[in-house]
């Protein structure tokens, strides 16, 4: 049975190798996840905005974090935790950014039982990672711009720049 029915389609579908009993998952190459993250910091750098970019698998575990030089404390969980709930989420119902979740409010049940979830955190500046034909490959998070608006157009920017690359 799904819980909130997320928990039943928080990964892509794999394939199975014919008769080899292997299931296979898309996802970024290392290289191409740290290119996305660092696009990240970058554009925001060009802002004057010291961020932490993370990186997300389809398995929800980081895949790469590359912090600016002078983020706050936080911006490594709170990039991670975005990454992560875009892609979860926004996979789930269909939502290409936390921002976008946030407008359909999309954040679980009445009682707030989603929030609970130490992962999940429902603030601007996390974006889904998508191929051309929409499939999803992992989430993006930055965090450590002044607002998660100027976060999430980082991500926005860097997944713009970078995904010609996966397409």
Known sequence: MCLVGFACTAAPAPTRAEGAGIVTTQKLSWELAEKLAAAAVRICAAHGWSV??????????????IKGDTVPLQSLSVSYRKAYTAYAYGMTFDKDTTSALIAAKVTGPANGALNTIPQVLFVPGGALIRRADRSVLG???????????????????????VSPLFH
């Open 52 to 65: 932490t970019a993370a990186v997300v698998d389809p398995s929800g575990h980081e895949q790469v974090i």
């Open 139 to 161: 989430g993006l998070g930055v965090s450590g711009a002044p607002g998660g608006d100027l976060d999430e157009q980082c991500a926005v920017a860097a997944l713009k720049e």
